[in-house]
Protein backbone atom coordinates (compact mmCIF):
# COMPACT_ATOMS: atom_id res chain seq x y z
CA UNK A 1 0.00 0.00 0.00
CA UNK A 2 2.97 2.25 0.44
CA UNK A 3 6.41 2.53 -1.13
CA UNK A 4 9.04 4.71 -0.31
CA UNK A 5 11.02 5.99 -3.36
CA UNK A 6 14.68 7.07 -3.56
CA UNK A 7 16.50 9.34 -5.23
CA UNK A 8 19.52 11.17 -5.83
CA UNK A 9 22.98 8.58 -5.69
CA UNK A 10 25.18 9.19 -7.91
CA UNK A 11 29.18 9.61 -7.79
CA UNK A 12 30.73 12.27 -6.58
CA UNK A 13 34.54 13.80 -6.20
CA UNK A 14 36.26 13.51 -2.59
CA UNK A 15 34.65 16.85 -1.13
CA UNK A 16 31.73 17.19 -3.09
CA UNK A 17 27.76 16.82 -2.40
CA UNK A 18 24.92 14.83 -2.74
CA UNK A 19 21.15 15.35 -1.53
CA UNK A 20 18.99 12.23 -1.67
CA UNK A 21 15.34 12.06 -1.24
CA UNK A 22 12.84 9.18 -0.61
CA UNK A 23 9.01 9.95 -0.99
CA UNK A 24 6.44 8.04 0.21
CA UNK A 25 3.88 6.81 -2.75
CA UNK A 26 0.62 4.77 -2.79
CA UNK A 27 -2.19 4.92 0.15
CA UNK A 28 -0.13 7.08 1.76
CA UNK A 29 -2.92 9.83 2.68
CA UNK A 30 -4.75 7.38 4.93
CA UNK A 31 -1.71 6.40 7.14
CA UNK A 32 0.58 8.28 9.34
CA UNK A 33 4.10 8.87 9.21
CA UNK A 34 6.04 8.80 12.20
CA UNK A 35 10.12 8.81 12.49
CA UNK A 36 12.15 8.25 9.52
CA UNK A 37 15.71 7.89 8.72
CA UNK A 38 18.96 6.69 6.55
CA UNK A 39 20.49 3.97 6.81
CA UNK A 40 23.59 2.68 4.13
CA UNK A 41 25.48 -0.54 3.82
CA UNK A 42 28.96 -0.56 2.47
CA UNK A 43 30.63 -3.71 0.15
CA UNK A 44 31.44 -6.18 2.94
CA UNK A 45 30.54 -4.21 5.93
CA UNK A 46 26.78 -4.44 7.71
CA UNK A 47 23.79 -2.16 7.35
CA UNK A 48 24.18 1.19 9.50
CA UNK A 49 22.33 4.07 10.33
CA UNK A 50 23.17 7.23 9.04
CA UNK A 51 20.43 9.74 10.46
CA UNK A 52 17.15 9.82 12.06
CA UNK A 53 14.50 12.76 12.44
CA UNK A 54 11.20 12.43 14.46
CA UNK A 55 7.99 13.73 13.21
CA UNK A 56 8.88 16.68 14.99
CA UNK A 57 12.07 17.55 13.67
CA UNK A 58 14.54 16.08 16.31
CA UNK A 59 17.41 14.49 14.37
CA UNK A 60 20.21 12.23 15.87
CA UNK A 61 23.28 11.34 13.56
CA UNK A 62 26.15 8.81 13.26
CA UNK A 63 29.29 10.18 14.98
CA UNK A 64 30.91 9.42 11.23
CA UNK A 65 28.72 11.66 9.73
CA UNK A 66 27.64 14.27 12.13
CA UNK A 67 28.55 17.83 10.37
CA UNK A 68 28.09 16.91 7.26
CA UNK A 69 25.17 15.41 6.78
CA UNK A 70 22.07 16.62 7.62
CA UNK A 71 18.37 15.22 7.41
CA UNK A 72 15.30 17.24 7.09
CA UNK A 73 12.06 16.01 6.37
CA UNK A 74 9.28 17.57 4.26
CA UNK A 75 5.81 16.11 5.67
CA UNK A 76 3.26 17.90 2.73
CA UNK A 77 5.47 16.07 0.46
CA UNK A 78 5.87 12.71 2.65
CA UNK A 79 9.37 13.24 2.03
CA UNK A 80 12.73 13.04 3.78
CA UNK A 81 16.14 14.42 2.71
CA UNK A 82 19.81 13.61 3.48
CA UNK A 83 22.18 16.41 2.84
CA UNK A 84 25.63 15.40 2.22
CA UNK A 85 28.63 17.67 2.02
CA UNK A 86 32.43 17.36 2.43
CA UNK A 87 31.42 13.33 1.30
CA UNK A 88 34.36 10.98 1.54
CA UNK A 89 35.53 8.09 0.24
CA UNK A 90 34.51 5.83 3.07
CA UNK A 91 31.09 7.12 2.36
CA UNK A 92 30.27 5.08 -1.03
CA UNK A 93 27.50 2.57 0.15
CA UNK A 94 23.98 1.71 -0.70
CA UNK A 95 21.69 4.72 1.07
CA UNK A 96 18.51 3.07 2.42
CA UNK A 97 15.59 4.87 3.22
CA UNK A 98 13.24 3.90 6.48
CA UNK A 99 9.63 4.89 7.55
CA UNK A 100 7.79 3.73 10.24
CA UNK A 101 4.56 4.25 9.33
CA UNK A 102 1.50 3.80 11.76
CA UNK A 103 -0.48 0.67 11.64
CA UNK A 104 1.98 -0.96 8.91
CA UNK A 105 5.06 -0.59 10.54
CA UNK A 106 8.29 -0.05 9.15
CA UNK A 107 8.77 0.33 5.27
CA UNK A 108 12.41 0.43 3.37
CA UNK A 109 13.39 2.44 0.42
CA UNK A 110 15.09 0.38 -2.64
CA UNK A 111 18.28 1.69 -2.41
CA UNK A 112 20.54 4.59 -3.81
CA UNK A 113 23.98 4.27 -4.86
CA UNK A 114 26.10 7.01 -3.60
CA UNK A 115 29.66 6.55 -4.86
CA UNK A 116 32.75 8.93 -4.03
CA UNK A 117 35.73 9.05 -5.27
CA UNK A 118 38.81 10.03 -4.15
Known amino acids: QVQLVESGGGSVQAGGSLRLSCAASGSIFIFSINDMGWYRQALGKQRELVATITSGGWTDYADSVKGRFTISRDNAKNTVYLQMNSLRSEDTAVYYC??????????WGQGTQVTVSS
Open 98 to 107: KADITVLGDR
